[in-house]
């Protein structure tokens, strides 16, 4: 690799999830959070920590659940909305969960346990009553319902009547004991509102019983969940677990959680007074917010030059951990120009002097002008830094180390992102000029250069200086600041001198992940939107409705791709939502989903494959290939996955087929 760059495969692995290695004094946040709760050990408790997605809200509840857990007598539990997404009652989901890491704990007693276990017949109880049918009778009664006595007995029938098979013991022993599971023990008849009030008091006193002095419950990604999921998770702290011994820490994006609260209640007024109905729901089921702010300029550049140190030195290195401690400083009072030197980066780890310092020079350059466009967002700045480092590793791959700097990469890359319509133009004339100078960028790089004027030279001739002026399509861009600054982060190279060929080569991905063949802005911000997750696709539902062929052809191929590139199928990947919109609106492409589900490998697939694509209103066809398949997921595959299935199929099937 050229001695000018940055050590391209160590960018790579810049991590895009919650880290416990804290490069933004985010744990004075934490702490704060931490000290609240302390400071009211017998008051129920809801703390918000605010912030748009990618601005560190996870990582900010790490920080907290690592001190709460220090403290004798708190009992720390992690709760992700986003994975029980696929479940019918997202209040129910929070209650078994909270309730079964209390009955499984080994730290508790066997008369723990033992109410846990009445704690959770009692969530059993408002699954079946809200499900209602024959549940409702298994519960009520103790006894299945005939439907499914005709079910098991058809079973027994088919294991013992089989021609020519020994019969299967092991097959009678899972069938006897699906059978148990219909014969549950029958409960007095209780209403609703008696469940509820018993639940209260019966988790209250395991609580005190259980000697636990807080139960802090840390609730994650609920911005990306759908509206119901998201309302009803909030709900069922406030019905069912709001007690003085309870904090809840709830990590959102509160915009998200207004628009879930207008889905949800579409009816609500749009306002009541000078704050929004929307607003005054959150605030009364938050009692203390927090808001993650946005990094400024000095901040942005610090953050930069540890991502890049961290990326080249290890985060345990010795010298970074010492760099780490001086960035606070800086990021303690980023009014005070005492940023970062050269000679602090390089005293971090002196064998690796020329790699630290292009990190040191590509945070000087790129760290304002990224912080400013992705709005202070850390993983938007993470995930820049990792797209230039790929795009550069891509280009030494195919041996162009020596023409392609990193630090002009970077500052190409960042008017790609930043002022696409310029770039194009940029991209055009290097492609099209002799030896790829852009001679134009003179324009913007000189102090006394100024737009052509109103029948000066036309546009694209030659000057005296043998540069020619900017096309007319963009020659005002000669007086955007934006631009003017850009062209002069690095004085010492400037881009009017550099064949920018190779450039537009490394960048030539730029029509997004839909490839070449696509420039279609719709179908960007559909990609864009649909990435977040289930609520990202519900935005942009009407966009998917009205694609034509070619663009649905193309989004459901990208998609899938997107899917495919996720490393865990476990949890629902945040573009099924947007697949499931489009087979919905398109239905030519029910058959081409069940292909692509059908090719997963089912003992890693979570609920989420079974749920979410409403097989009920498929075409004939493929409704017919969606029961096979369900009936396959049903007795193979993970638990979750075998669950959901059963669950879908007998929605598929109705009440006439059970």
């Known amino acids: 690799m050229a001695s000018n760059g940055v050590a391209a495969a160590a960018l790579v692995v810049v991590p895009d999830h919650e880290t416990a290695v804290d490069l933004l004094y985010f744990e004075a946040i934490a702490q704060t959070v931490v000290n609240l709760i302390d400071a009211t050990p017998n008051k129920p408790l809801t703390v918000g920590i605010h912030g748009d997605w990618g601005a560190g809200k996870s990582s900010v509840l790490r920080m907290a659940e690592a001190r709460l857990k220090k403290r004798e007598g708190v009992l720390c539990l992690h709760f992700d909305g986003w994975r029980f997404q696929g479940f019918d009652d997202a209040k129910t989901a929070l209650l078994e969960t909270i309730v079964e890491e209390l009955r499984d ?35 009520a009664s103790g006894l299945p319902s005939p439907d499914q006595v005709t079910e098991i007995l058809g079973k027994l029938s088919g294991i013992l009547n089989a021609p020519g098979e020994a019969v299967d013991g092991e097959a009678l022993k899972k069938v006897v004991e699906e059978a148990k599971e219909y014969l549950a023990e029958p409960e007095a008849a209780e209403s609703a509102v008696t469940h509820i009030r018993a639940f209260q008091k019966e988790f209250e006193t395991l609580l005190k019983e259980a000697g636990i002095k807080k139960l802090v419950v840390l609730i994650d990604d609920l911005d990306r969940c759908l509206p119901k999921t998201a309302i009803e998770t909030l709900e069922a702290i406030r019905l069912f677990l709001f007690t003085p011994q309870t904090a809840f820490i709830i ?67 010795r010298g970074f951990v010492t760099l780490v401690e001086k960035a606070r400083a800086v990021i303690k009072t980023p009014w005070i120009s005492n940023a970062l030197t050269l000679e602090d980066i390089i005293a971090a780890g002196p064998d690796k002097r020329t790699e630290l310092t292009a990190a040191y020079r590509l945070a000087q350059q790129l760290g304002p002008t990224v912080a400013e466009g992705l709005e202070g967002n850390p993983r938007q700045i993470k995930r820049f830094l990792n797209a230039v480092a790929l795009r550069k590793a891509v280009a030494d791959a195919r041996g162009l180390s020596s023409e392609v700097e990193i630090s002009v990469l970077g500052r190409v890359m960042l008017i790609e992102r930043f002022k696409p319509d310029f770039f194009t133009q940029v991209a055009k004339q290097a492609m099209t000029v002799a030896g790829g ?13 100024t737009p052509p004027r109103p029948g000066g030279p036309s546009a694209g001739s030659p000057q005296a200086d043998g540069s020619r002026t900017l096309p007319e399509a963009v020659a005002d861009w000669a007086g955007d600041a934006w631009l003017r600054n850009w062209a002069r982060l690095d004085p010492d190279k400037l881009l009017s001198t550099v064949d920018l060929r190779p450039y537009v080569f490394a960048t030539r991905d730029r029509k997004s992940a839909f490839g070449r063949a696509s420039s279609n802005a719709l179908l960007d911000r559909i990609l864009s939107s649909v990435g977040s997750g289930a609520l990202g696709a519900t935005q942009v539902d009407g966009d998917i409705r009205a694609l034509d062929e070619t663009g649905a052809n193309l989004l459901f191929n990208t998609l899938k791709d997107q899917i495919l590139a996720v490393d865990q199928l476990s949890a629902s990947p945040p573009h099924f939502a947007g697949l499931c919109a489009l087979v919905r609106h398109h239905p030519r492409f029910q058959g081409r989903l069940l292909d692509f589900l059908g090719e997963l490998p089912a003992d890693e697939l979570g609920s989420w494959a079974a749920a979410g694509w409403s097989p009920q209103a498929f075409q004939d066809g493929p409704k017919t290939r969606a029961r096979d398949m369900l009936r396959s997921w049903s007795t193979r ?7 959901t299935a059963k669950a879908t199929l007998r929605s598929l099937d109705g009440p006439e087929r059970r």
Do not use: C
Not at 115 to 138: E, H, S
């Open 637 to 643: 595959g993970s638990r979750q996955l075998q669950i």
């Open 437 to 449: 100078i852009v001679v134009e960028l003179k324009l913007l790089e000189s102090d006394e250069a």
């Open 251 to 317: 990590a959102t994006d509160e915009a998200m959680i207004e628009y879930a609260v207008r889905q949800h209640f579409p009816d609500l007024p749009a306002a009541a007074g000078p704050t929004s109905y929307a607003r005054n729901y959150l605030e009364k089921l938050i009692q203390v917010p927090f808001r993650i702010p946005a990094l400024g300029m000095e901040e942005a550049k610090v953050y930069v030059t540890l991502l890049l140190a961290q990326a080249i030195l290890g985060e345990e290195a």
């Open 105 to 139: 704990s080994e730290t508790f007693g066997a008369k723990t346990k033992k109410a846990a276990k009445g704690l959770l017949k009692r969530v059993r109880w408002m699954k079946l009553a809200k499900r209602g049918g024959q549940l409702a009778w298994n519960y």
